[in-house]
Structures are given as structure tokens and as C-alpha cells.
């Protein structure tokens, strides 16, 4: 089943183009900051750069 993309529902691949050097930061931190990742949330961040150190979408 397809999800349409609508401007309120990017892909991941979308967001992660969009913002490239973000995700390339966050992929070459060796520990993200606590409060960073309490905030924002660690894990789907590093999965996020993860798969863009991969190349995946």
C-alpha cells in the first residue's frame, strides 16, 4: 500500500535530503549531547544518519 506524500507527510528519504548536513553532523558524532538527545530523541536520529552513512532512503 502507498502512502501519498503530502507537504504534512514527507518520506524519510525526503527529510533527509532536505536536510543532509544535519544528518551528516549527527552520522560523525561519536555522542550526541544529552540534552540533544532528551529533547529531541537519540534513537531516530542515529538511525536517521545511520542509513545516510549507508546511502539507504
Known amino acids: 500500500m502507498s502512502r501519498v506524500q ?7 528519504a525526503e527529510v533527509i535530503d532536505e536536510h ?13 549531547d544529552p540534552e540533544f538527545a532528551e529533547d529531541f530523541g ?3 536520529l542515529r ?3 545511520d542509513h545516510l552513512e549507508a546511502g539507504d532512503e
Open 6 to 12: 503530502t507537504p504534512e507527510h514527507k518520506s524519510a
Open 20 to 32: 543532509r548536513d544535519l544528518f551528516e553532523a549527527i552520522a560523525e558524532m561519536d555522542d550526541l
Open 42 to 44: 537519540a534513537a531516530p
Open 47 to 49: 538511525y536517521a544518519a
